[in-house]
């Protein structure tokens, strides 16, 4: 079964760009899914952020479309994400999820990016 | 658009719970509507999806439904258990953009 999980820095300076990779397991980024990244800030809801096609193409919510980048990696069957000009109000927990028609399942275990001087 | 969702709802064992998810426009018949469970320190898991249908292992306990004419959908949960105390998102899609609702955070007491 499909495992996906995320990799990063946990602490990332105010105006810097937050980098994260969630790598996949007992499937392939290749197969006819598109993969997502969504985030929850502490005692907050849930929040898409984007996807990416094994193609490459992608859409992103457009509240942070200009500052986001999510792109595949076929070769290293992962997907990454890149959050720039980061604030405080970016600190949260960053989750990848697989598309599964229009559910999101599996969800990785999450990781907290802290954004902080 | 975006769904809405009590923030808390509160009931004893062994007694029933609907939480809502009302979509502020277009149909909520046009995109299927899932449901996720997220219990504290875990990741949110699928216990409906396409409006009603539950995943191998989630208790029939668990159903969902829509209303077109309150264009809402609804989860509802029967025979209250300790172990349903958890946050419960909706969730839905159109035109490439995944939307959540804002939580309802269930309390079994």
């Known amino acids: 079964q499909v495992q996906l999980q995320e990799s990063g820095p946990g602490l990332v300076k105010p105006s810097g760009t937050l980098s994260l990779t969630c790598a996949v397991s007992?499937?392939?980024?290749?197969?006819?899914?598109?993969w997502s990244w969504v985030r929850q800030p502490p005692g907050k809801g849930l929040e898409w952020i984007g996807e990416?096609?094994?193609?490459?193409?992608?859409n992103y919510n457009p509240s942070l479309k200009s500052r986001v980048s999510i792109s595949a990696d076929k070769s290293k069957n992962q997907f990454s994400l890149r959050l720039s000009s980061v604030t405080a109000a970016d600190t949260a927990v960053y989750y990848c999820a697989r598309v599964w028609g229009q559910q999101l399942v599996p969800w990785g275990q999450g990781t907290l990016v802290t954004v902080s001087s | 658009f975006i769904l809405t969702q009590p923030h808390s709802v509160s009931e004893s064992p062994g007694k029933t719970v609907t939480i809502s998810c009302t979509r502020s426009s277009g149909s909520v018949a046009s995109n299927y509507v899932q449901w996720y469970q997220q219990r504290p320190g875990s990741s949110p898991t699928t216990v409906i999806y396409?409006?009603?249908?539950?995943p191998s292992g989630v208790p029939d306990r668990f159903s969902g439904s829509i209303d077109s004419s309150s264009n809402s959908a609804s989860l509802t949960i029967s025979g209250l258990k300790t172990e349903d105390e958890a946050d419960y998102y909706c969730q839905s899609y159109d035109s490439s953009f995944w939307v959540f609702g804002g939580g309802t955070k269930l309390t079994v007491v």
């Open positions: 990416v096609y094994q193609s490459g193409s992608t």
């Open positions: 396409e409006d009603n249908r539950r």
């Open positions: 007992g499937g392939s980024i290749s197969s006819s899914n598109w």
